[in-house]
């Protein structure tokens, strides 16, 4: 939750004679001073990257997949060319 403007001054004047400087800058410095400042926390950010590896290693196996059922596809057209071709010239030599 962010503080609003008028609520640091506040607060910071309010726990400044009671735990000084420093410690009340290291209060406030925990509470984000806009809503777009929000947090993450590790815990938060280890489980979104395991989610972003699994998407990625999904994707890669679908396009290795992909890409094998090409090149065996390839191939296969490639053999038959191939034997075509050697039996219109045999019929062609014979």
Known sequence: MALSTKHRPALYEHFRPQVGDEVTEALLAEFPARDGDDLVTKEFLRAELAELRTEMHELSAATNRRLTTVGLGA??????????????IINALG
């Open 75 to 88: 191939t296969g057209v490639l053999l038959t060319a191939s034997g075509v071709m050697t039996t219109v």
